[in-house]
């Protein structure tokens, strides 16, 4: 479906007249508050957020030139992010937490996503996180949120390392891999990975399916609702503090472009997948998991506040103190 068509969707959402009156603004140089603006973020569903966003024009009002790379790879991110190289990125909110108070000048402008991790297998005898024990598991990210998520789910449940055989892998595709080729009962995946995996599953007769919702488990662990806010735009002070007018803009447009995709995921895909090397269709069916959102981090600053207690160890090593 054309951008066009999108755009025109919006001025009938919720977001209603003002985004009308914002796409019939003419954008004078003087009135955007920056010149560019490059939005970094890995292969992962939400940034399909940040790709449509600079696809329909809905930055036009934060940046004349705006545009998205993709990254790959936590050492990357972090690299960028010190540098100063990578001004706005997603970001997982663990990562985000320890650059900070290791001194980097980030801040967590909102959150991408309220979940969208799962456990995937063949096996019709998982169903829950007590099932993963004595199993063999793929569990990608090492030392980063997912993995520090995950790990804190099974010792809740009793199961240390010497409960189940765990294989660390560097990526999620690698844990998908082991998973379809047997090496393991059970993968540790974020989406587009699960649907990936549930696509390939379908095309070698392997009846892969979600088995457990890591966002549901960590809702009942913690007594909270089902909301895992791992990762959303961390921004530098290169944009927070020298060119402030530029946040809300920038919130309100992801937030017209998380509306955007929901209406129209399968377009929304279309234009993203090959910036992402990901599937077109894979993408697409990834958007309903992926809780996607645009959300102020304070308007969730005690389900993160949570989340960084739960995963961090008493003296909060995981997050930098």
Known sequence: MPVTTRRTFLTHTVLGGAAASLAARPHAAHAVPLKTLKLWGPPATPSVTLVNAVA?????RVAETPTFRSWNGFDALRVGLRSGRMVASLVPATLAARLYNEGTPIRLANIMTEGLLYVISADPAIASIPDLAGRRLAVPLPGEAPEIVFTRLLRHHGIESRDAEISYVATPAAAVEGLLAGRVDAAMVLEPAASAAMARGRETGTNVQRVIDLTEAWGDVTGEPALLPIAGLGVTDDIYTAAPKAIRPLQLALQESVEEIRAYPSAAAATAHETLGVSQSVLAASIPY????????????????????SVSSPDLNEIGG
Do not use: C, D, Q, Y
């Open 290 to 309: 992926a809780r996607l959102v645009a959300r102020e981090p304070t308007s969730l600053r005690g389900v993160i506040e949570t989340m960084f207690r």
């Open 56 to 60: 329909s024009g809905g930055l036009e």
